[in-house]
């Protein structure tokens, strides 16, 4: 009894029959955990780099405009955020900023970056002056009066399977870039002139009379802003844009 026992034993150790079914019982749910979890790690990457190409995509578009700014055209630049980012609406959250950097010491490097605009769209509030303190870090060091375009986008991202280790979160993404045409960019009815003083420095470039024989305009300067109001200044042509002609020899 006890041989045959034995022998039960050592033939049922040495029989291999079932043993592939067994292994994918136990390896193909390993697979597919691993294989899902790459997957989602895959996507967190592809949607990290579609966010910043959008954010960079916009703030080029911004560096290359020499027209003024408004509303109209932040509300585009959302949508086309949306477009690129392939987020909905109500996931994507934008803000605008450009900043300008101000000397105030006797080196160059001495000075703050004062805040010209910010504009926000989404769950996002505009920038104020105070926010800038935070932002020093991650500037870059800007010549005296230099100007640098901050564009910050948020997505929220919720991977298509749930894995530990992989919760929702928020794709932040930030860029500055410079103005590439234009010394400034100008927003309107901020940084326009709209709230400006204008002062009268003797040559009439303010909304005064010009004093002298220059024009009657606000603009003696530019003899082409004047142009169409010579008739009630001064018929002395020498004199029309604040210069006198050449003498003749």
């Known amino acids: 009894m006890l041989v045959r026992i034995k022998n039960d034993i050592s033939r049922f150790f040495r029989d291999q029959k079932g043993d592939a079914s067994l292994e994918a019982i136990i390896f193909i749910p390993i697979l597919l955990v691993i294989f899902v979890a790459t997957w989602i790690f895959f996507d967190v ?22 027209e003024i700014l408004d509303e109209t055209y932040i509300d585009n630049a959302q949508s086309l955020l949306y477009h690129l980012a392939q987020a909905e609406e109500e996931d994507v959250d934008l803000r605008i900023s450009v900043v300008q950097f101000v000397q105030t010491g006797e080196e160059s490097t001495d000075g703050s970056y004062m805040l010209a605009w910010s504009k926000a769209r989404g769950d996002w509030s505009a920038h104020v002056q105070a926010d800038m303190v935070n932002y020093t870090d991650q500037l870059p060091l800007l010549a005296p009066g230099d100007q ?26 930030y860029s500055f870039t410079r103005p590439r045409f234009a010394p400034q960019v100008i927003f309107e009815g901020i940084n326009d002139g709209t709230n400006k003083q204008w002062q009268n420095n003797g040559w009439g470039n303010g909304d005064q009379d010009a004093p002298g024989g220059s024009l009657c305009n606000n603009n003696a300067e530019n003899g082409s802003e004047g142009d169409a109001d010579h008739t009630s200044c001064s018929s002395d042509s020498s004199k029309a844009n604040g210069k006198k002609n050449k003498k003749q020899s």
Request: aromatic fraction near 12%.
């Open 148 to 173: 640098s375009i901050l564009v910050e986008t948020r997505d929220w991202y919720e991977p298509t399977f749930q894995i530990p280790g992989i919760e929702d979160f928020d794709i932040s993404t």
């Open 45 to 66: 990457f592809r949607q990290t780099a579609i966010n910043q190409k959008a954010n960079y995509t916009i703030g080029d578009i911004i560096s290359r405009e020499t």
